[in-house]
């Protein structure tokens, strides 16, 4: 299989890693070369990875149309995506190839037009900006997603078990082990689990009512259930619920939940230029008062602290 890398600039390493090591690990184990790739930048300029790392190669407009094209992208997506470029990654769909999106890479392809009608995923962070900008894509919330003739998943651990799966279904599951194994990567997840921001399997194991509650406070950050709310959901007492965090995790729902929805809104005011008060009311704070307040005592900082030195976003 040939396969094409469109990297775009300030991806992370490690999503980058999890789309190619896994090819390399299956050509060693297999004895041949089952994959070939190269890494294409958008264009002939070099793109670096937020680790500092230049990644080089034949600008992806020159591309010969390769089986699988990989679009591995992490932040300043919309900036980067360029009429230009959309127009590259319609002319290779069209010539044949396979696209899958890792990461933020199914924002470019949302962005040429490549997902419309289709079922796709993205990383966890951008699910809900992703389903109301491109309302005739159906978001899920999988860790991986073949729709079509196009492949989308979430981060680094995703993007692993997508081309686990890939090795698998062109090389048999026994191979497909055998890469799983070089990383010691145990379990593999199958393509419809969801993306969890704080769960794990462990936890599920251990704390299964704890794990539940998790679940329920990552998918309503922008309205979060009071805690005797989310006690009735679960089936239990309030004070049992918060004993049961107390013992797991050494903090309390209350706690844990607001946590959670001041490193997203940490998150939005890195990674994005929207208001503060949207921010505010995606991450489930009606008053800009109280979420700068909350926002202040957790990080020391305000967003406008943080975007004077992160400076503009290109």
Known sequence: ?????????????????????????ANRRAGRDLFQWQFAPPTPATANLTAGIPISGTAVASLPVPDLLLVVSSFAIEAQTTPALCATLRRLARGGAIIAGVDGGSQIMARAGLLDGLRATTHWEDLESFAAQ???????????????????????????????????????RELAARVASAFIYDPIYAGHEP???????????RAPIVAKAIQIMEEQLESPLPIGDLALRLGISRR?????????????PHAFGLTLR??????LATDTNRAVQDIALATGFSSHAAFARAFQREFSLSVRDIRRARGPLT
């Open 195 to 205: 993306q969890r921001l704080a769960q794990s399997s462990a936890l599920t194991k």
């Open 134 to 172: 491109f309302p005739r894509i159906t978001v899920v919330r999988d860790r991986f997603i073949l729709s079509g003739r196009t492949l989308t998943t979430g981060g680094a651990s995703p993007c692993l078990d997508m081309m686990l799966h890939l090795i698998s279904s062109l090389h048999g």
């Open 240 to 252: 049992r619920l918060e004993q049961q965090f107390q013992e797991t995790l050494g903090t309390t």
């Open 1 to 25: 299989m040939t396969v094409g890398i469109l990297v775009m600039d300030r991806t992370n390493l490690l999503s980058l890693a999890a789309a190619v090591d896994p090819m390399r690990a």
């Open 262 to 267: 001041l490193a997203e809104a940490r998150r």
